[in-house]
């Protein structure tokens, strides 16, 4: 992840003259770095990318600034622009990316069992980790057919409203997960998104007592996902393993199959990272 340095303070504790003038923190060298971040964060959640008038909109930034940063984007090729004149990510950020994910052993315990649940349920397999207050997808593995999830290696999501989310912070203190909420919020991503403390609570410990997790239409609408806690050497969350499909495809009717096949393959994975589970005695011993 990125960590932001104020050059400003850093290298000019005092005042600053910039071709006279006093330079205002809007036009900072720190400012400047925390508009180029915040542009390429909010062009990699659209995948239909943004435009300039869209991106200064949204991050309320003069449109002239946010020109100027967008083109050196361009030419450093962080960002590319299609014939609409909307901004992409562009492949240089995978050089970037490479270098975070190459440490995530759990991605390479994971992904030959990722492949084998996909074929095995026909649903959408994500890998995600806890990054601050978000879960963020390190893994995909998509099925064959024409059903498609609209989800990326990178895309960041909600924990209260995903169930690779709830999977991961359903073990952590409830104080750490009220300072996570308290940075995130609780947005209302569709009506049957959860959006109180108190709610979250109480699905948070029937994700504990199940040893899986729902999102059931709470993220997007028509959307029916199950997420599985994945446990390293410590005992400690590692990651989450989700299964997405459409809710005809994640119905009563299958889920109690699939949710057997989601949790078999999490544990499959948590072995792999070290994990294992305390015996339990036998009762009449």
């Known amino acids: 992840m990125f960590s932001i340095v104020n050059i400003h303070s850093f290298c000019c504790p005092r005042k600053v003259c910039y071709h006279g003038s006093k330079m205002s923190h809007a036009d900072s060298p720190s400012a400047a770095v925390e508009r180029a971040l915040s542009m390429l964060e909010a062009v990699a959640q659209e995948s239909e990318g943004l435009s300039n008038a869209e991106i200064s909109r949204k991050l309320k930034i003069p449109k002239s600034s946010a020109s100027y940063i967008l083109r050196t984007l361009e030419a450093q090729n962080y960002l590319t622009r299609d014939g609409s004149g909307k901004y992409k990510v562009g492949l240089k950020i995978l050089s970037l990316s490479r270098g975070a994910l190459i440490g995530l052993d759990v991605r390479g315990v994971a992904l030959p069992i990722m492949r084998h649940l996909t074929q095995r349920t026909g649903l959408t397999c994500h890998l995600a980790i806890l990054d601050g207050p978000e879960a963020v997808y390190v893994e995909k593995v998509e099925p064959e057919g024409f059903i498609r999830m609209d989800t990326w290696v990178g895309r960041r999501m909600r924990v209260h409203a995903t169930s690779v989310g709830k999977a991961l912070v359903a073990h952590i203190a409830q104080n750490s997960l009220e300072n996570m909420l308290a940075k995130a919020g609780m947005e209302k991503r569709t009506p ?28 997007n609408l028509g959307a029916r996902c199950l997420g599985a806690p994945v446990f390293n050497d410590r005992g400690l969350i590692e990651a989450a393993l989700g299964l997405s499909g459409t809710t005809q495809q994640v119905s009563p009717q299958t889920m109690p199959a699939i949710v057997e096949s989601l949790k078999d393959a999490a544990r499959q994975i948590s072995m792999g990272m070290g994990f294992r589970a305390p015996h339990r005695r036998a009762s009449g011993a």
């Open 192 to 219: 049957k998104t959860i959006t109180t403390l108190p709610r979250l609570l109480k699905e948070l410990e029937k994700v504990r007592n199940q040893g899986y997790a729902v999102d059931d239409e709470e993220n």
